[in-house]
Every structure is written in C-alpha cells, then in structure tokens.
C-alpha cells in the first residue's frame, strides 16, 4: 500500500520550501561539507517541490546538522523573524547544548572554505611553540591564489618560450616540488612547507600587470625573490 504524503500548512510548506532552496544552493557550492548530513540530497529537493514533507525526528536531525534549532525554525515559521535572520543565526541558539568532539566537527562541516582555513591556522597557533615552529611552518592557498598562481606559471612559460604549459617539467627541473605543481594545475588545496613556495617564487619572472586573474604580463629580465613577494602577488 503506498504511504500517503503528509498534509501540512501552506505556511508550513513555504517556509521549508525557503529552507531546502537555500540548502540545496550551499550542497551545490560545497558538496564536501554535506557528507555527513543524515538526509539525502534526493530527500531535501522533494521536500523541496513539496512532493513528500519530513517526519519530526528526520526534520529535527536535519536542523541539527544545519546547526539549527527547533525554537529558531519555529520562529521563522510563525513569521518572529524572516528567512535571512533565521539562516544566520545558525550556530548562535543560547539553549543548553553539549560540546562533543562530533558537535565540532559537525559544525566545522557546514562551514565555508575560507572559514576552514582560519580554523586551522588558528589551531595551528595555539600548537607551535619554540620546539614545533619549523615543524608547523606551512601554507595552505585559497582557490583564487591557486588560479591566479596558475595563470601565472602558464605566462612564465609562455614568456619563455616554452611550450610546455601543463606539465611544467622546465620548471620541476629547477628543483620546484613536483607535488606543489601538480596541485597548482589541477586546482587542488593541499598543504606545503614554506620553503617549497620560496623555491617556486625564484624561478617566476616578476609580473608587470594582472587582467582579471586571467592574463599576467610579465618582466622577463627580472624574476621574483622571495615567498613573501609571491604571495604579495597571489592576494592581488
């Protein structure tokens, strides 16, 4: 016998439909941080058309993940507060909650990329002392440094006159980290030691001027010289 579809209000299905719209817009942009969500992203896109709508445990573990809380939904669906003041206060419920290594990491999950990072770069901080400072001295690039350090490698190439402007092989032949290139061509957020970014930065040709991250035009008689200068460049 087919189950019979829940019969909510259209207030009720409004609001979740504002909910699901905007959830299925951050799976989009960061499908990582939705791996340990307890809800299928099939399920959250029916409730979404109002095809079939959650039951109150599954609905209560979804707001869970989304660090949300019944009392915050509830305001939002009786019209207290609107969509946008509901979706920030993720996070902010004043209501007893007990801190877990899960709850962190769970909370951690939902953030975005550049918020990660902070998290690391923070709790690295808090780890280096005199005995782990060159142990902790990496460096971990944004996407938009990535792609601008890409384009970058190409026109220093291209200015070269090498041809080779996917393998980078002149360039991994200077004693630049095979690992590190690869990870700058296929876009990849990895971490590297420090010294691997200075053995990169000496062997780039100086640029002159950027156009919109797509194009670098570049001295070629005069190189770079030093990490802090690579990256004085990559922040734009």
Not at 26 to 46: G, L, M
Not at 80 to 86: A, C, H, L, V, Y
Not at 107 to 135: W, Y
Not at 177 to 185: G, K, T
């Amino acid at each position: 016998m087919a189950r019979q579809k829940k019969i909510v209000s259209e207030n009720y299905a409004s609001k979740l439909e504002a909910l699901c719209t905007k959830v299925l817009e951050e799976w989009e942009k960061a499908p990582n941080s939705f791996s340990e969500c307890t809800v299928q992203k099939v399920t959250v896109e029916r409730w979404n058309k109002g095809e079939n709508f959650p039951n109150h445990r599954t609905f209560e573990s979804f707001l869970q993940f989304l660090r949300l809380t019944q009392r915050q939904w509830e305001e939002f669906e009786y019209n207290k507060i609107d969509f946008e003041t509901f979706w920030n206060s993720r996070g902010k419920s004043k209501e007893a909650r007990i801190i877990t290594m899960d709850t962190c990491l769970n909370d951690i999950r939902t953030l975005s990329f550049e918020e990660k990072i902070r998290i690391i770069r923070e709790i690295t901080n808090m780890l280096i002392t005199s005995e782990t400072v060159n142990q902790a001295n990496f460096v971990i690039l944004m996407p938009s440094q990535l792609k601008r350090l890409k384009t970058w490698l190409i026109y220093d190439r291209i200015t070269r006159k090498d041809k080779d402007t996917t393998t980078f092989k002149g360039v991994i032949n200077k004693g630049v980290n095979e690992s590190l290139i690869n990870s700058i061509v296929e876009q990849k957020t990895m971490e590297f030691n420090k010294e691997e970014f200075d053995k990169l930065a000496i062997v780039l040709l100086k640029p002159i001027k950027w156009i919109d991250d797509e194009i670098v035009i570049l001295d070629a008689n005069q190189s770079i010289n030093s990490f802090d200068e690579l990256m004085k460049e990559l922040n734009g």
